[in-house]
């Protein structure tokens, strides 16, 4: 029997959805009285999916929230961890999800301590020819517990270890392992960039507090030895994983930038901070890194933030505040136009005029800046106008600007470190 799009049976089928992210069990399906020749058309018809053995996906489902749900409706002991958690905490400077593909068996590493890790084919036999499951562009990692052993599903990483309580919750009524966990696994199975990107991204969104836990926590991890000098490069002043990337790419090159987020006033054009490391009362700043990047180049990053740098790693880490396990901290407003700038105080003092831009990483003495542009958001119309405007600003003050973008950075690196060398080199005195 057909089943039309407007049907009472799709319109029930859709309502349950609704209520679990888009997602339906192959039983909820059934008790729906979907016979399994309507299931083969609205999978092959109606844009339904099937993103794990025993679930489906209708259109519109949760793009995270949905396949974890169905991961969960096949291992409900499981712990939603990995990317997936990483997903669900909001965290920044994540692979995106539309380009990333499952990993070959071999490829997928683990995360848990003493974890082992397996990843699943394709199904087989002539019902999963009949109803194919779609496979998910990232799938969905799982913890589970050591006894578990070895299970096969399709679309599913599992990782087998431990997970005390402490490092678990709910979230939005998720299993799933806590930011600090989540991190940290994610920083293990990383390449230095990725983790620092991440690690720069979780302080600047105050998804934590500082690092000191995240140390406590990797103790005896596997992996750790070889990682854990990579803290010390971590700085949560940076806005964007191509300006964490592009900071260790110079630190390498022996050209590490004295100053990060660098605030360029109009009065002279170049001002030492205050020695508690901070910027002073600022206002909403104009950065030359604009508000707003995507979750590559880390959405909603707060400029304008105030930070210290930890006496035992030197990693900055935000203050005041603790982190944030929801929405990420509101930032101030950003401004269109330069606003004014503090009074600073010392023997003589003077106003240092209107704040004209923020540079990414900056050499102040030679009055040299390095610009990150982000694709996602300095390609718009609109930042490309404040772009050139800032930059003829800053040009008309002495200073002089490279920009550099992400296949710069990651396809030529040579040209990034040969170009900022030769200008570092050509500043006067």
Not at 313 to 342: E, F, I, L, T
């Amino acid at each position: 029997m057909p089943l039309l799009r407007g049907s009472s049976l799709l319109d029930a089928a859709g309502r349950l959805a609704a209520a679990q992210d888009g997602m339906l069990t192959w039983l909820q399906v059934r008790e729906l009285g979907i016979t399994q020749r309507q299931l083969t058309s609205l999978c092959r018809d109606h844009g339904w999916t099937r993103p794990c053995r025993g679930a489906y996906l209708l259109p519109g489902a949760h793009p995270v929230r949905g396949p974890a749900r169905a991961a969960l409706s096949a291992r409900p002991d499981g712990v939603i961890c990995g990317p997936t958690a990483g997903r669900l905490w909001g965290l920044d400077a994540l692979p995106h999800a539309g380009a990333a593909r499952p990993a070959a068996p071999d490829a997928v590493p683990e995360i848990a301590a003493g974890a082992k890790h397996v990843r699943m084919g394709e199904p087989a036999g002539r019902r999963a020819s009949r109803q194919p499951a779609a496979p998910l562009v990232e799938p969905v990692h799982l913890l589970l517990p050591r006894a578990a052993g070895v299970i096969r599903r399709p679309g599913i990483v599992f990782h087998f270890g431990e997970c005390v309580p402490a490092e678990r919750c709910v979230r939005q009524g998720f299993p799933i392992t806590t930011v600090e966990r989540t991190v940290l696994d994610l920083v293990l199975t990383a390449d230095r960039e990725s983790a620092v990107s991440l690690l720069d991204a979780a302080l600047h969104r105050r998804r934590l507090a500082d690092l000191d836990g995240l140390r406590a926590m990797a103790t005896g991890r596997w992996g750790i030895a070889l990682r854990r000098d990579w803290f010390d490069l971590v700085d949560g002043r940076a806005e964007s994983p191509l300006e964490s990337r592009l900071r260790l790419l110079l630190a390498d090159a022996d050209l590490p930038p004295p100053e990060v987020q660098w605030p360029v006033w109009d009065g002279d054009g170049a001002h030492p901070r205050p020695e508690d490391g901070s910027e002073g009362p600022v206002g909403p700043a104009e950065s030359t890194e604009s508000a707003g990047s995507s979750s590559s180049e880390s959405a909603g990053s707060v400029t304008g933030q105030r930070g210290r740098r930890t006496a035992a790693a030197g990693a900055w880490s935000p203050v005041p505040g603790p982190p944030v396990s929801g929405s990420p901290v509101p930032g101030p407003p950003v401004s269109g136009s330069p606003v004014p700038g503090p009074l600073v105080s010392g023997p003589t003092a003077f106003r240092r005029g209107r704040l004209l831009a923020r540079v990414d990483l900056a050499w102040p003495e030679a009055r040299v800046a390095v610009e990150a542009d982000g694709a996602a958001v300095h390609s718009q119309p609109d930042a490309l106008f404040r772009d050139r405007i800032r930059q003829n600003a800053l040009l008309a003050r002495g200073w002089r600007v490279l920009r550099f973008t992400w296949e710069d950075v990651v396809m030529r690196s040579a040209y990034v470190v040969a170009t900022v060398s030769r200008l570092l080199a050509a500043t006067p005195g």
